[in-house]
């Protein structure tokens, strides 16, 4: 059983490199997000889709992009990347924004 | 100020030891998860508690909904190094979409 699958597990980049995390789903949910996790700070809301083609903004969107092509598919991509974006990056899927979330296993991702 | 708060960020018991984790709001959630995680993986969910003064149980672990439904807690009995790691509180709320906010996060620590 898949679940939700996260690609890749460690990154490294530079100060204005630009990257693409990968994130896809088998359940044929509706519902993916993208959160990031810092000390402290929990899980903060970066952007959200409620299917195939409609994305928004969450918590915490800004030097984020993502798109929703299709519905197992949720990729986030940072434009120029900037050391206050090191942290551990999760996607979750679910039926619906506050049912139960099933997440990914995490990028965690080092901005030299 | 987080919307929902936890108490306490750190605990490090011996096993055997009852603890209480709490989550805390002035906010109104439609409903409440509790989710744990341990290193290098995404958190996995625990419970929902929807219904205010709802209480459920998990084996050693009891979960309770405030009347109010601006706080909930957990309660571990007993408690073993199995229990170590990180435990998350997400509440949602009708007037955000239901979108889920987290909770800063509960570290737990059990010593053999």
Not at chain 1, 77 to 94: D, E, H, I, K, W
Not at chain 2, 68 to 73: I, L, P
Request: aromatic residues 8%.
């Amino acid at each position: 059983n898949a679940g939700v699958t996260q690609t890749p597990k460690f990154q490294v980049l530079k100060t204005g490199q630009s990257m693409t995390l990968q994130c896809a789903q088998d359940m044929n949910h509706e519902y993916m997000s993208w959160y990031r996790q810092d000390p402290g700070m929990g899980l903060r809301l970066i952007h959200y889709s409620v299917g195939a083609g409609i994305t928004d903004q969450g918590e915490v969107p800004n030097g984020y992009n993502v798109s929703r092509s299709t519905t197992e598919d949720f990729p986030l991509r940072l434009l120029s990347a900037a050391p206050s974006q090191t942290s551990v990056y999760f996607c979750a899927s679910s039926r619906g924004p506050g049912q139960p979330q099933h997440f990914g296993d995490g990028t965690r991702l080092s901005i030299l | 100020t987080q919307l929902l708060e936890q108490s306490p960020q750190f605990l490090s018991i011996q096993e055997g030891e009852n603890l209480t984790v709490y989550c805390n709001s002035s906010s109104v959630f439609s409903s409440l998860q509790w989710y744990r995680q341990e290193p290098g993986e995404g958190p996995v969910l625990l419970v929902t508690v929807v219904t205010g003064g709802e209480v459920k149980k998990l084996k050693r672990l009891t979960f309770q909904f405030g009347d109010a439904r601006k706080d909930s807690s957990l309660h571990i009995t007993a408690a073993q190094p199995g229990d170590t790691g990180l435990y998350l509180c997400a509440g949602a709320r009708n007037n955000a979409g239901n979108m889920l906010t987290f909770g800063g996060g509960t570290r737990l620590m059990v010593k053999p």
